[in-house]
C-alpha cells in the first residue's frame, strides 16, 4: 500500500489543468519543462522504491483486488516510467523552441500532459479494462498532436492514423469484455492467477487473439504497422520525436505485460506467432527505411524494425529474452527521440528533410554531426553504445535458447539498420551541400536550448553502454519477476511483498 | 594494462577536447603516448618470458560474462609492439603528410582511438571484449577511410570497408555466443581449458564457420577481399596503418588466439589453408597488372594475408613460427612502402606507375629506403623478408601429407610477388626519367623518418635475426603452439630443398621482372586479358548489388505503403478473422451450443426491426437514410439493454446516440453525397471479408455467454455497494466509487477531445 | 435468446467492417459507430444476459437476491462515454479534413504514404 503510487497519473493530471487554465505561453513553456522534471523526480523515487522494497502496490479507493482496481509498480513498469520521463523531459526542453515553428499556441502542453497520464496510466495500471481506459486518453491525445497543424498532410496522415488505431481500440475493448465473461475478473493478477489454477477453455486464446492484435496495432508490429509510415513524417517535429519515443513502446509493454501474465497455455503458439510477427516485422521494416530518402521517413520505417527486435525478446520467453527486450526498449526510447531531434535540427540548419537536398553538415556543424552520430551508431548496435548491448543480449537469448532462424534474421536486419543510418550519415553530413539547393541564408544559429535534449540522450545512451551492468540487473530481475509471476500476484491480491 | 590504456584514453582525450593545446602540433601527443607504450610494453618482455602471461580482470557485466579482461602474453605482446610502435611512426609522418588538410583535428581523433582500439583489441582476453574492439576498428577505420568525404568514391570505399567487415564483426559474434555456451563463458582461458569439448560439440562447425567469416572479412580473405584495395582512398597514413600493424592483421590475430582452441580438426586445416592459399594467389597475380602504386601496395597486403592465413590454417610448429616472422616482416615493409607511396604521390603529383620513373635522382635517401623495403618484399637477402619466405617454405617443406600441391602454389604466387617488388622499385626510382610539374624533393625529414627507421629494422634484425627470434618470436610461440620448442633463425641453412625452392624462386622472379619492365606490350597484353578474365569487379558487384537490393526494398514498400487506408484495414482485419478462425478450428476449442431458446417475443422482434435498419444503412446511397438507419439501430441496442436489466446503460446510450446523430446531420450539411466509389468485385471481396469478421465475432460471444464462470468481483459489488459504499445504484456506485480510476480516465477522454475539437475547428478563426 | 443477439452482434460487425472499406469516410465514420456499438454490445452479454434484475439495492437485508452482473454495465458506460468523446473528435477531423482537402474520398489520402 503506498500513495505515491498514483503520482505518476495525479501529477500530469494536476499539470494538465494548470494548462488549460493558463494563457500564457512562457509560463507554459516553462511549466512543462518544470512539470516533467517533477515526473522524472517521482518516477525515480518510485524506482529506487521498488529496487528497495519490492512491488508497490495501490488498492485505488481502499478497495482491495481483485475488486478494485490496483495500480502496480513493479520493476518493469518502474524502468518504463523513468525511460518515459526522461522522454517527457528531454521533449519538453526541445519543444520550447521547436514548437513555435508551425504551431502558434501553447496548447500543445495540455495534450503533452494527458498523453503523459495516459502514458503513465498505461505502465502502472492493474487491470485490464483501466488499461483500456489510459489507451484511450493516451490515443486521444496523440490523435490531437498528430493533427495539430492542421496542413493537409497533417489531417491526411492522422485520418489514417486514427482509422487504423480506432480499430485497434475496439479489438481491445471486445477482448477485455470476452476476458471477463469468461474469467469472471478484470484485475490481472487475478486473471494470471486463476488462469494457472485451473483449466480454462481454450477459446481464451480466441479472445486474446483479439488482444494480441489491438497491441500490435498499438505497437507497429507487422501486418499492423501501416499507420505508422503513414503518419509519423507529418507533425511537427517535436510531436514525432514524441511519438517515437513512447507510443508505438506503450503498445510493446502491454504485450509483454499482459502476455507474459496470461498466457500460460498454448505457449507454443504464442511464441511461434510471437517470432514470426518479429522476424517480419525486423526484416519488412529494415528494408523499407533502405528506400527512403527522406530522414523521417527513414527514422519511421527504422521504428518500426526495431519494434520486432522487442517482440523477438517477449517471443523468446526466457529471463535472457525478456531482459534483451526491455534493455531494448529502454535503448530504443533513448536513441530514436535523439534521432528524430537531430532530424529536427538539420531541417532547421538545411530547410529541409530530404537526403538530397543536404549536405556538407559535417565541415559546418561537427557538433550536429556527434549529436547525430552517438544516436545513429546506437541505433546501429555498435559498441561500446547502448544499442550493443541491447543486440548482444537478445542475440545471446536467442542462440542459447536455439531459436536460430530469429536469431539470423536479427543480425541480418542489424545490417540493414547500419545501412540506413550511414545513408543519413553520408548524404546530409558527409557529401558536399548539392548546387541547387543551398539551404538556408543567413546561417540559423542553433542555441543550446536546441542542442540540448539530442545531447542528453545521447549521453544517456551512451552511460547505458558504459554502465550496461546495472541497466541490465534492472532489465533482468524485472524479467525474473515477469517470467515467475508468483510475486507479482502474492503482492496485488494478497498484498504481501516479496 | 587497463591503467596503461585509461591513461591513454585520458591524456589523449585531453589533449583533444582543449583544442588550443599543442595546436599544430597536436599529432606528436598520440605519437608520445604510443612510443611510450611501445617502451612500456618492450620492457614487459622480460617479465612475460619468465611468467608467461600478465592476466587482468575487471568485472564488469559478469550476469552476461562480459568482463573486462586484459592477457599480456607472447602473442599480444608481439602485436601490441608493432601496433604501438608503427602506431607512433604512422604519427610522426602524418604531422607532415596531413598538414594541408582541412579537419585535421578530427583525424588524429580518430587515429588516435584507432590505435587505441587495435591495442584493446590484441590485450583482450574476453572475446565479448575483444569483439567490441573489433568493432570500433571497423568504425574507426570507416571514418578515417572516408576521410576525403567530400568525394563519392572515398565515401563509398569508407562504407563497403564498414559494410563488409561489420557484416563479419556480427557473424564473429554470433559464433562467439554460440560456442561461448559451451564453456558457459566468454573469456579466453575458459575456452582454453575446455577446448576438447567445444571442438567434439556439434556447435563447433557453425560456430568456427561463423567466426572465420568476422576473421576472413577482416584480413581480407577472398572472396570478401575486395574491401581493401577500394580502401586505399584513404589518406596514406590511414592506408600505412591499415595494412601493417592494424585492422587486417585483427583476423589473423583472432585465429592465432584461436587456433589452440579450435584448431587441429580437418575443418580448420582444409577451409582455413584453402581460403588462405586462393587469397594468396589472387593477390598476387593481381597486384602484377596494376597501375596505381597504392593499388600495387594493397594487393600485395591480400597476397601476405592470404600467406599468413595459410600458415595459421596449417598449424604446426613451424608454421606458427613462420607466420609469426612473416607478420613482423609485412608490417615493417608495407608500412614502409605505404608511406613511400604517399610521400611520392605528395612529390610528383601522381600514383600512376607508368608516369613515374627516374625518381632515384630525386629522392636518394626515400631510393634507398624504398629498396630495402622492396627486397623485404621480394623475400631477398639480407633482408628479413628473406627469412620470412625460407621459414615459410621450411614450413611446406616439412608439412605431413598435402605439401606438394602448397609448395607449388607457394613458389609461384612467391616468384610473382618477386616479380612485382622489383618492377615496382625500378619503375619507380630507375626507368627512364619523367617530367615533373615540381622537381621532387625531400624535404620534410618526418616523412622519412618513420619508413627509415622500419627499413633498418629490417635489415638489422636480417643480419642479426636472433635479436627477434630469441625474444619477441619464442615468448610468442608458446601461445600459438602449445608445446613448440625455440626457432632457430639462420640466414644460412646449407644446401637443401629450401634453398633450391629460393633459387628457383629469384631465377624466375627476376626473369619475370624483367620482362615486365621490358616488354611493355606483354604487360599490356596481361593487362588486357586480366580485365577479360576477371571481368567481375567485386568492389563494383557489391555496389550494385546494394543498388539493386535497395530497388527492390523500395518495390516492396511502395506494394505494401501503398497509401489506400481501406486495405490497410482489410489487411488487419483478414489477419485477425484469419487468426481466430484458425484457433477455433485448429485450437481444440468446444463448439458453442447453437440451441435457440426463445423466452420471449421482445427480442427476436427487436432484432427483426434492427437487421434490416443495418442492412439499409449499409446498402443506401442516401446520407441521411443512412444516419437515420444508423441511428434506429442504436435506439435498439439500448431497448436490448434496457430488457437486459442495465437502465442507466440503455439511458446513456439514448443519449449518445442521439447527440452523435445530431453532430453528424450537422457535420453532414457540409458534407458531398455518396458516390459509388467501388466496383462490384471489390465490394464482394469486402463483404467476404466482412463475414469472415463477423462470423468470428460471433462464435466468441457465445464462447463467452456459455463460459458460465462464477463472478466473485460483481457479488462483492453487489454486498458491498450498500453497506460500504452507501449506494443503491450498484452500476454507479462502480462507476464513481469501485472503479473510478476509470471514470478519472474517461474524463480526461472527454475533455481532451473537447479541446482537441475546439484546436481542430478553431485553426480557421485563429482563436482559442 | 444469446444466439440471436450473438448473431446480431456478428451482424454489426459485419456491417461495421463492409462499411470501414469503403471509400467515403462518412460510411467509414457509421462503420466505426456500428462497430463500436457491436463492441459494446459484445462486453456486455460476454458475462451472460439477466432480463429484469436490474442491479438495485432495495433492502437494507443482507438477504441475496440475484441481480444482472453490473460490472459490465459500467464497463460499457464508460466505453460508450469514450466512444462519444472519440466519434466528436473524428467528426471534426471528418470536417476540417474536408474544409481543407475538400474531398470525401479516403482514397484520396494515399499520398501521405509516398
Redesign the interface.
Known amino acids: 500500500m503506498n500513495t505515491a503510487a498514483a503520482l505518476p497519473i495525479l501529477i500530469p493530471l494536476v499539470l494538465m489543468i494548470i494548462m488549460i487554465i493558463n494563457r500564457s505561453d512562457t509560463l507554459a513553456r516553462w511549466t512543462g519543462v518544470a512539470g516533467s522534471l517533477l515526473l522524472l523526480a517521482c518516477s525515480v523515487y518510485l524506482f529506487a522504491t521498488v529496487r528497495h522494497s519490492g512491488i508497490l502496490t495501490l488498492q485505488a479507493g481502499g478497495w482491495r483486488a481483485p475488486f478494485g482496481i490496483t495500480l502496480v509498480i513493479d520493476l518493469f513498469s518502474g524502468l518504463m516510467l523513468m525511460a518515459g520521463s526522461v522522454i517527457l523531459v528531454a521533449v519538453s526542453v526541445f519543444s520550447v523552441r521547436f514548437i513555435r515553428e508551425d504551431c502558434c499556441n501553447n496548447r500543445f502542453y495540455v495534450f503533452f500532459f494527458s498523453l503523459a497520464m495516459g502514458l503513465n496510466g498505461s505502465f502502472i495500471t492493474g487491470d485490464l479494462?483501466n488499461l483500456?481506459?489510459w489507451f484511450?486518453v493516451l490515443?486521444?491525445s496523440s490523435?490531437?498532436l498528430i493533427?495539430y497543424g492542421?496542413?493537409?498532410?497533417q489531417?491526411?496522415?492522422?485520418?489514417?492514423y486514427?482509422?487504423l488505431n480506432?480499430?485497434g481500440?475496439?479489438f481491445f475493448?471486445?477482448g477485455?469484455?470476452?476476458f471477463?465473461?469468461?474469467t469472471?475478473t478484470?484485475n490481472m493478477a487475478r486473471l494470471a492467477e486463476l488462469l494457472r489454477e485451473g483449466e480454462y477453455s481454450a477459446s481464451l486464446n480466441v479472445s486474446a487473439i483479439l488482444i494480441f492484435v489491438a497491441f500490435g496495432i498499438k505497437g507497429a508490429v507487422f501486418p499492423f504497422h501501416f499507420w505508422l509510415?503513414?503518419?509519423y513524417?507529418?507533425p511537427n517535429i517535436t510531436i514525432t520525436s514524441l511519438f517515437a519515443g513512447l507510443l508505438s513502446k506503450v503498445g510493446v509493454y502491454a504485450m509483454i505485460r499482459v502476455f507474459t501474465l496470461l498466457f500460460m497455455h498454448d505457449q507454443v503458439f504464442w511464441q511461434h506467432l510471437f517470432l514470426v510477427v518479429a522476424g517480419l516485422t525486423m526484416v519488412i521494416g529494415g528494408m523499407a527505411a533502405t528506400a527512403q530518402y527522406e530522414t523521417r521517413r527513414v527514422l519511421s520505417y527504422h521504428i518500426i524494425s526495431q519494434i520486432g527486435y522487442m517482440v523477438m525478446g517477449l517471443g523468446i520467453y526466457t529471463p535472457l529474452g525478456i531482459a534483451g527486450a526491455l534493455f531494448f526498449m529502454i535503448h530504443n526510447m533513448l536513441a530514436k527521440t535523439a534521432a528524430f531531434m537531430v532530424a529536427g535540427l538539420i531541417r532547421r540548419v538545411k530547410g529541409s528533410y530530404e537526403l538530397m537536398e543536404i549536405g556538407g553538415l559535417y565541415r559546418e556543424r561537427p557538433l550536429l554531426a556527434v549529436l547525430f552520430i552517438v544516436p545513429a551508431f546506437a541505433l546501429a548496435g555498435v559498441p561500446p553504445l547502448s544499442g550493443f548491448f541491447a543486440k548482444f543480449i537478445l542475440i545471446k537469448a536467442g542462440l542459447e535458447d536455439g531459436h536460430y532462424w530469429i536469431t539470423a534474421m536479427a543480425v541480418f536486419t542489424a545490417m540493414l539498420t547500419l545501412f540506413s543510418m550511414i545513408k543519413i550519415w553520408n548524404e546530409a553530413f558527409l557529401k558536399k551541400t548539392p548546387g541547387n539547393h543551398p539551404g538556408i541564408n543567413p546561417p540559423v544559429r542553433l542555441n543550446w536550448i536546441d542542442l540540448f535534449p539530442p545531447a542528453f540522450l545521447g549521453s544517456l545512451s551512451i552511460l547505458m553502454g558504459l554502465f550496461a551492468g546495472p541497466v541490465f540487473r534492472f532489465a533482468l530481475e524485472a524479467a525474473r519477476v515477469l517470467t515467475n509471476v508468483s510475486p507479482y500476484i502474492e503482492s496485488v491480491i494478497y498484498g504481501l511483498s516479496p | 594494462m587497463h591503467q596503461a590504456l585509461l591513461i591513454y584514453l585520458t591524456v589523449g582525450g585531453a589533449a583533444f577536447l582543449f583544442p588550443g593545446v599543442g595546436g599544430k602540433r597536436r599529432a606528436l601527443v598520440p605519437a608520445l603516448l604510443l612510443a611510450g607504450f611501445f617502451l612500456f610494453f618492450l620492457f614487459k618482455l622480460p617479465f612475460i618470458a619468465e611468467t608467461g602471461a600478465w592476466h587482468q580482470v575487471i568485472l564488469w557485466i559478469p550476469e552476461l560474462g562480459l568482463n573486462l579482461e586484459f592477457l599480456l602474453d607472447g602473442l599480444s605482446l608481439f602485436m601490441v609492439i608493432l601496433v604501438a610502435g608503427i602506431g607512433a611512426l604512422v604519427f610522426l609522418y602524418s604531422r607532415v603528410y596531413m598538414k594541408e588538410y582541412q579537419e585535421t583535428g578530427r583525424f588524429y581523433l580518430y587515429l588516435f582511438l584507432f590505435a587505441g582500439s587495435m591495442t584493446g583489441l590484441v590485450l583482450s582476453a574476453n572475446l565479448i571484449q575483444l569483439f567490441i574492439f573489433w568493432e570500433l576498428t571497423s568504425v574507426l577505420s570507416f571514418l578515417l577511410i572516408g576521410f576525403f568525404h567530400e568525394k563519392a568514391e572515398a565515401r563509398r570505399a569508407a562504407f563497403q570497408s564498414l559494410y563488409i567487415t561489420g557484416f563479419g564483426g556480427l557473424c564473429m559474434l554470433a559464433g562467439i555466443i554460440l560456442l561461448g555456451s559451451i564453456p558457459g563463458s566468454y573469456s579466453l582461458p575458459a575456452w582454453l581449458a575446455s577446448s576438447a569439448a567445444i571442438r567434439a560439440s556439434s556447435f563447433y562447425v557453425p560456430g568456427l564457420l561463423l567466426i572465420l567469416v568476422g576473421a576472413f572479412t577482416k584480413s581480407a580473405q577472398f572472396p570478401f577481399h575486395f574491401w581493401l584495395p577500394t580502401a586505399m582512398k584513404a589518406p596514406a597514413p590511414v592506408s600505412a596503418y591499415l595494412h601493417s600493424a592494424t585492422m587486417v592483421k585483427a583476423g589473423f590475430f583472432l585465429l592465432a588466439r584461436l587456433a589452440p582452441v579450435l584448431g587441429g580438426t580437418p575443418e580448420w586445416k582444409y577451409i582455413i589453408s584453402s581460403v588462405g592459399v586462393l587469397t594468396m594467389l589472387v593477390g598476387s597475380y593481381l597486384a602484377i597488372s596494376q597501375k596505381d602504386i597504392k593499388s600495387i601496395l594493397a594487393y600485395t597486403t591480400i597476397n601476405g594475408l592470404g600467406i599468413l592465413v595459410l600458415l595459421i590454417g596449417i598449424n604446426t610448429e613451424q608454421s606458427a613460427s613462420a607466420a609469426l616472422i612473416f607478420l613482423f616482416v609485412h608490417a615493417m615493409y608495407k608500412a614502409t612502402l605505404f608511406m613511400m607511396a604517399g610521400m611520392i604521390e605528395k612529390k610528383t603529383g601522381t600514383r600512376d606507375i607508368d608516369r613515374l620513373g627516374g625518381l632515384a635522382r630525386h629522392m636518394p635517401v626515400s631510393f634507398i629506403i624504398a629498396l630495402l623495403a622492396a627486397l623485404s618484399m621480394a623475400g631477398l637477402p639480407p633482408m628479413l623478408g628473406f627469412l620470412g619466405k625460407e621459414l615459410i617454405y621450411e614450413a611446406k617443406v616439412e608439412l605431413p601429407g598435402i605439401n606438394f600441391p602448397l609448395l607449388v602454389l607457394g613458389v609461384l604466387s612467391n616468384i610473382l610477388m618477386v616479380a612485382v617488388s622489383l618492377a615496382f622499385l625500378y619503375k619507380i626510382f630507375l626507368g627512364p626519367p619523367r617530367r615533373y610539374a615540381v622537381a621532387p624533393d625531400e624535404k620534410g625529414w618526418l616523412l622519412l623518418a618513420g619508413p627509415a627507421v622500419l627499413a633498418l629494422f629490417s635489415l638489422v634484425l636480417g643480419l642479426f635475426p636472433d635479436l627477434i627470434g630469441n625474444t619477441l618470436i619464442n615468448t610468442a610461440l608458446p601461445v600459438m603452439h602449445a608445446g613448440a620448442g625455440e626457432v632457430d633463425l639462420k640466414i644460412w641453412h646449407g644446401v637443401n630443398t629450401v634453398f633450391f625452392l629460393s633459387l628457383l624462386t629469384v631465377f624466375f622472379g627476376l626473369l619475370l621482372s624483367w620482362l615486365i619492365i621490358r616488354k611493355t606490350t606483354l604487360l599490356e597484353a596481361w593487362r588486357r586479358m586480366n580485365n577479360a578474365i576477371f571481368y567481375i569487379r567485386f568492389s563494383e558487384l557489391f555496389s550494385a548489388a546494394i543498388d539493386r537490393f535497395i530497388a527492390f526494398s523500395g518495390r516492396k514498400e511502395?506494394v505494401m505503403?501503398?497509401?489506400?487506408?481501406?486495405y490497410y484495414?482489410?489487411t488487419i482485419?483478414s489477419f485477425t478473422a484469419l487468426l481466430m478462425w484458425g484457433k477455433v478450428i485448429l485450437g481444440g476449442v468446444e463448439w458453442p451450443e447453437?440451441?435457440?431458446?426463445?423466452?420471449?417475443f421482445f427480442?427476436?422482434v427487436l432484432?427483426g426491426v434492427?437487421?434490416p435498419a443495418?442492412?439499409y444503412?449499409?446498402l443506401t446511397r442516401s446520407?441521411m437514410a443512412?444516419?437515420i438507419d444508423?441511428g434506429v439501430?442504436?435506439y435498439g441496442?439500448s431497448l436490448?439493454?434496457m430488457?437486459?436489466?442495465?437502465?442507466?446503460?440503455a439511458i446513456?446510450?439514448i443519449l449518445?446516440e442521439t447527440?452523435?446523430v445530431v453532430?453528424?446531420v450537422l457535420?453532414?450539411q457540409?458534407?458531398?453525397r455518396?458516390?459509388i466509389?467501388?466496383t462490384r468485385r471489390t465490394r464482394i471481396r469486402?463483404?467476404t471479408?466482412?463475414?469472415v469478421?463477423?462470423?468470428v465475432?460471433?462464435m466468441?460471444?457465445?464462447f463467452?455467454?456459455?463460459a458460465?464462470v462464477p463472478?466473485p468481483?460483481?457479488e462483492y459489488?453487489?454486498d458491498r455497494?450498500?453497506t460500504d459504499a452507501f449506494g443503491?445504484?450498484?452500476?454507479n456506485v462502480?462507476?464513481v466509487d469501485?472503479?473510478a480510476f476509470?471514470?478519472l480516465g474517461?474524463t480526461v477522454?472527454?475533455i481532451?477531445?473537447?479541446l482537441?475539437?475546439l484546436v481542430?475547428?478553431g485553426?480557421?478563426t485563429g482563436k482559442i | 435468446?444469446?444466439?440471436?443477439?450473438?448473431?446480431?452482434?456478428?451482424?454489426?460487425?459485419?456491417?461495421?467492417?463492409?462499411?470501414?472499406?469503403?471509400?467515403?469516410?462518412?460510411?467509414?465514420?457509421?462503420g466505426?459507430?456500428?462497430?463500436?456499438?457491436?463492441?459494446?454490445?459484445?462486453?456486455?452479454?460476454?458475462?451472460?444476459?439477466?432480463?429484469?434484475?436490474?442491479?438495485?439495492?432495495?433492502d437494507?437485508g443482507g438477504e441475496?437476491i440475484i441481480?444482472?452482473?453490473?460490472?459490465?454495465?459500467?464497463?460499457?458506460?464508460?466505453?460508450?462515454?469514450?466512444?462519444?468523446?472519440?466519434?466528436?473528435?473524428?467528426?471534426?477531423?471528418?470536417?476540417?479534413?474536408?474544409?481543407?482537402?475538400g474531398t470525401?474520398?479516403?482514397?484520396?489520402?494515399?499520398?501521405?504514404?509516398?
Do not use: C, W
Open positions: 479494462f483500456f481506459v484511450e490515443l486521444l490523435f490531437v493533427t492542421s496542413t493537409p498532410q489531417l491526411k496522415g492522422g485520418v489514417k486514427l482509422a480506432l480499430l481500440s475496439l475493448l471486445a477485455t469484455g470476452l471477463y465473461g469468461e469472471g478484470l509510415p503513414a503518419s513524417h507529418t | 511502395k505503403q501503398h497509401g489506400y487506408h481501406r484495414i482489410l482485419v447453437m440451441h435457440v431458446r426463445v423466452e420471449s427480442i427476436p432484432v434492427m437487421v443495418v442492412l444503412s449499409t446520407r443512412a444516419i444508423m439501430v442504436g441496442i436490448i439493454y430488457y437486459f436489466s442495465a437502465v442507466d446503460l446513456m446510450q449518445v447527440l452523435t453532430i453528424f457535420v453532414l457540409r458534407l458531398p455518396f458516390a466509389l467501388s469486402d463483404l471479408v466482412a463475414l469478421f463477423g462470423s465475432m460471433t466468441v460471444a457465445l463467452a455467454v456459455q458460465n463472478k468481483v460483481s459489488f453487489q455497494s450498500l443503491r445504484n450498484v452500476v462502480i462507476l469501485f472503479r476509470d471514470t474517461e477522454v472527454l481532451t477531445a473537447a482537441g475539437i481542430l475547428i485553426k480557421k | 435468446m444469446e444466439v440471436i443477439l450473438a448473431i446480431l452482434v456478428g451482424i454489426l460487425f459485419t456491417a461495421g467492417v463492409y462499411l470501414l472499406l469503403r471509400r467515403s469516410i462518412v460510411k467509414f465514420i457509421i466505426f459507430i456500428f462497430i463500436s456499438n457491436a463492441t459494446n454490445l459484445l462486453v456486455f452479454m460476454a458475462s451472460g444476459l439477466l432480463a429484469g434484475a436490474p442491479a438495485f439495492i432495495r437494507e441475496k441481480m444482472a452482473d453490473p460490472v459490465p454495465q459500467a464497463l460499457v458506460l464508460t466505453a460508450i462515454v469514450i466512444g462519444l468523446g472519440i466519434t466528436a473528435f473524428t467528426l471534426a477531423l471528418k470536417y476540417r479534413f474536408f474544409q481543407v482537402t470525401d474520398d479516403l482514397d484520396q489520402l494515399k499520398r501521405t504514404d509516398q
